[in-house]
Nanobody
């Protein structure tokens, strides 16, 4: 059974930094891509950033220059490092992966950026 558990969401001031973690079980990140999505209040879930099984990262336009994705294959964990956070980054952040044509999502972790 594939499970994803995100942690790290909290309140942070504008301009601050935050790292989210996603522990994946049931599959190996050595063989599968992973991604982060976010859902702003009242909006659809949007793609943020992803990392391939080989470790190559792909960025949405708004993530370039501020967000970084990485992973620890030994810990089967994906990280999202977010810098220079803005109030517009306030959202629930979800971890994603796929195997055998099936998508899997975590429960989400709330990031609130405000002064």
């Amino acid at each position: 059974q594939v499970q994803l558990v995100e942690t790290g969401g909290r309140w942070v001031q504008p301009g601050g930094s935050l790292t989210l973690s996603c522990v994946v079980s049931g599959i190996s990140l050595n063989d599968h891509a992973a991604a982060w999505y976010r859902q702003l209040p009242g909006q659809q879930r949007d793609y943020v950033i992803s990392i391939t099984s080989q470790g190559f990262a792909h960025y949405s336009d708004f993530a370039k220059g501020r967000f970084t994705i990485s992973k620890d294959n030994a810990q089967n964990t994906v990280y999202l490092q977010m810098n220079r956070l803005k109030p517009d980054d306030t959202a629930v952040y979800y971890c994603w992966t796929m195997t055998a044509g099936q998508e899997y999502w975590g429960q989400g972790t709330l990031v609130t950026v405000s002064s």
